[in-house]
């Protein structure tokens, strides 16, 4: 018997189908034979105790998902359920994992307990030797005293994705204050601030993980000259290594916490010989992969994970 899956993807015509992940996933499901449904997180729904969906059987899916037939069922009836919700985790995104960890039968990907207390910027600090100097605060004067200290940094928020308001700062820089002010909310809402990697000019490393194995390829995302952020959103450049004896290193030393949390598909980043961040509700990046490496990494992570 086919196995059922349920993708929980963003609106369909928004995701571009040249460099999705989720679109890419779908697609290897669909070849691998799996009956394959989608839902946006808006489309499930508690009644009777039970968690239930408005889902969308997919039947066929040629360059977008124009072929669908639409059904109301329990989201037990899946197998398989794998979360692809862009960040930012929201209220919606929190509403979603509440419904979903009302689902007794099916197996979620990834588990939606982990996605509440694992946050993609901040799960680094429970790896302290593997990451560059960090702070973590809203007050201004504790986070200039930092950027004095550390020469160069790099401020983010902490809810953000595709490189979206990432700054780098240095000490004396005329528009920190504003910076800080809108970062911060005036002081009301945490970042997170790191000592700067030069290595960046080399490339932002993505490496996938499954169930705690890498596949054996990291995407490098080097930045454009005039921009220190490498992220392909941001214009960066896409190249393919192989990985190294640090990557290998840094994955045998969170191996056993993604196994902990069941978080079973990841995409790490490191910038040099650091860990940056732990990607954990919709990494991206297996399109260039495949088109760089020429090799078919979607149907064998499809395989892993169902």
């Keep these: 018997m086919n196995k059922k899956i349920l993708f929980i993807i963003d609106e369909p015509k928004t995701l571009n189908t040249l460099k999705d992940t989720s679109l890419l996933l779908i697609k ?20 009777n105790n039970q968690p239930h969906g408005n889902t969308k059987t997919i039947t066929s899916f040629t360059n977008c998902l124009d072929q669908v037939k639409q059904n109301k069922c329990n989201l037990n009836s899946f197998d398989f359920i794998f979360i692809r919700k862009d960040p930012p985790f929201d209220k919606n995104y929190l ?5 979903l960890d009302l689902v007794n039968d099916a197996k979620i990907i990834n588990n939606p307990l982990s996605l509440q207390s694992h946050n993609e910027k901040l799960s680094i600090l429970n790896f302290p030797h593997l990451i560059t100097k960090t702070l973590v605060s809203a007050n201004s004067d504790q986070i200039k005293k930092f950027i004095f200290e550390s020469k160069e ?10 490189g979206n308001k990432i700054f780098f700062i240095k000490p004396g820089d005329k528009n920190l204050n504003v910076v800080l002010e809108v970062l911060t909310n005036y002081g009301e809402t945490q970042i997170i601030v790191q000592k700067f990697i030069p290595e960046i000019k080399k490339g932002d490393k993505r490496i996938i993980i499954v169930n705690g194995e890498p596949i054996p390829y990291a995407l490098v995302r080097v930045p454009r000259k005039d921009d220190f952020r490498g992220n392909l959103a941001k214009g960066g450049n896409a190249k393919i290594q192989k990985l190294t004896t640090n990557d290998h290193k840094i994955i045998k030393d969170i191996k056993n916490y993604l196994i902990k949390k069941d978080l079973r598909f990841v995409g790490i980043d490191i910038i040099g010989n650091y860990l940056t961040e732990i990607n954990v509700t919709s990494p991206t990046g297996l399109i260039e992969i495949e088109k760089l490496t020429k090799k078919n990494v979607s149907e064998e992570i499809v395989k892993k994970l169902f």
């Design 28 to 47: 290897a499901a669909l070849k691998l034979n799996y009956k394959v449904s989608y839902a946006r997180h808006n489309d499930l729904f508690v009644i």
């Design 153 to 162: 940094a790099v401020a983010k928020p902490i809810d953000e994705m595709a």
């Design 95 to 99: 509403f979603l994992t509440l419904i």
